[in-house]
């Protein structure tokens, strides 16, 4: 079973995302960040810290940028 784990995510990180569609370098600096030393500790000593949050972690959610600040201006507008 272990080993038909790590056939998938070696395959998987092979697979370049659509978002990154064109841009193998971009990809390929990517899985170079997750392999250097220390990056897991460091992601997993955030992600404890994001767990840590009573809240989301920013405000945004999965609305664009801009839906975000026309929100937010008028409802800070709306608090006078």
């Known amino acids: 079973m272990l080993q038909l784990i790590f056939l998938y995510v ?3 990180l092979q697979v370049i ?3 990154l569609a064109g841009n193998e370098q971009c990809w ?3 899985i170079d960040r997750w392999y250097a030393e220390g990056w897991v500790e460091m992601h997993e000593s955030c992600r404890q810290r994001r767990l840590m949050m009573p809240g989301a972690p920013h405000h945004q959610g999965n609305s664009h940028l801009r839906q975000y ?3 937010w201006v008028s409802e800070f507008i709306s608090s006078f």
Request: charged share 25%; proline share 8%.
């Open 69 to 71: 600040a026309a929100r």
């Open 10 to 12: 070696m395959y998987d």
């Open 17 to 19: 995302p659509w978002w």
């Open 28 to 30: 390929d600096m990517i």
